[in-house]
């Protein structure tokens, strides 16, 4: 079910995602 990829690297993926949102929601 867990891709296997290392936890640093969804932290990384999911703070980035995060990231985004907060400047979606900024821009608007």
């Known amino acids: 079910m ?3 990829v ?3 690297s969804l ?3 999911v ?3 995060w990231l ?3 400047v ?3 821009k608007v």
């Open 2 to 4: 867990w891709s296997p």
């Open 20 to 22: 985004f949102r907060l």
């Open 15 to 17: 703070s980035r995602l």
């Open 11 to 13: 932290l990384a993926l």
């Open 24 to 26: 979606s929601f900024n």
């Open 6 to 8: 290392p936890s640093h």
